[in-house]
T-cell receptor, first 115, second 109 residues
Framework: DSGVTQTPKHLITATGQRVTLRCSPR?????VYWYQQSLDQGLQFLIQ???????AKGNILERFSAQQFPDLHSELNLSSLELGDSALYFC??????????????FGPGTRLTVL | DAKTTQPNSMESNEEEPVHLPCNHS???????IHWYRQLPSQGPEYVIH???SNVNNRMASLAIAEDRKSSTLILHRATLRDAAVYYC??????????FGIGTKLQVIP
């Protein structure tokens, strides 16, 4: 158990809908990262927050947005969902940002299925 | 962004050493080299990291080339539980973290 929790574990929805994925980092970790893992594209970095502020942005679509709240939990919002958004979404946390040597601790992931 | 290159897949016999290579020719002086692995149906987990010197921990060893343009993750005795996808990534600076496809390691009994 990494100490990072993600809810829900599974999510099934329809195209055009909007969903929210939630992540609680390990106690004391200030950085939260979101990743998308689809079958053919490996693990893709989406976005990083550090202590409430956006720190780095990866291949995140404009239909997706995220935020980190004062209690340090984070939410990833996916809107106007398409079939291709079906994937595993992982959240990870670290003490500080990945610009130092801190390791990331990954949650168990949320499996999103868009029908 | 500094990128890494790894073989898509490798095989190893159980109880034999495994050397997983990673090329990172555009690494900058402040980039740490991190290795993670992802077991089936789980999130990635940290394996080891280093900057310039070779590193050992209970899971593996990391050998870093003198010019730091490549590194090798060494599993001293592969077990069936080591079958996973291994990712070599670079961390340092305010940059995107790229995991890529990784190397799928198959361990043969």
């Amino acid at each position: 158990d990494s100490g990072v929790t993600q809810t829900p574990k599974h999510l099934i929805t329809a195209t055009g809908q909007r969903v929210t994925l939630r992540c609680s980092p390990r106690s004391g970790d200030l950085s939260v990262y979101w990743y998308q893992q689809s079958l053919d594209q490996g693990l893709q970095f989406l976005i990083q927050y550090y202590n409430g502020e956006e720190r780095a942005k990866g291949n995140i679509l404009e239909r997706f947005s995220a935020q980190q709240f004062p209690d340090l939990h984070s939410e990833l919002n996916l809107s106007s969902l398409e079939l291709g958004d079906s994937a595993l979404y992982f959240c990870a946390s670290s003490v500080e940002g990945f610009e130092v040597e801190n390791e990331q601790f990954f949650g168990p992931g949320t499996r999103l299925t868009v029908l | 962004d500094a990128k890494t290159t790894q073989p898509n897949s490798m095989e190893s016999n159980e109880e034999e050493p495994v050397h997983l290579p990673c090329n990172h020719s555009t690494i900058s002086g402040t980039d740490y080299i991190h290795w993670y692995r992802q077991l089936p149906s789980q999130g990635p987990e940290y394996v080891i990291h280093g900057l310039t010197s070779n590193v050992n921990n209970r899971m593996a060893s990391l050998a870093i080339a003198e010019d730091r343009k490549s590194s090798t993750l060494i599993l001293h005795r592969a077990t069936l539980r080591d079958a996973a996808v291994y990712y070599c990534i670079l961390g340092g600076g305010y940059q995107k973290v790229t995991f890529g496809i990784g190397t799928k390691l198959q361990v043969i009994p």
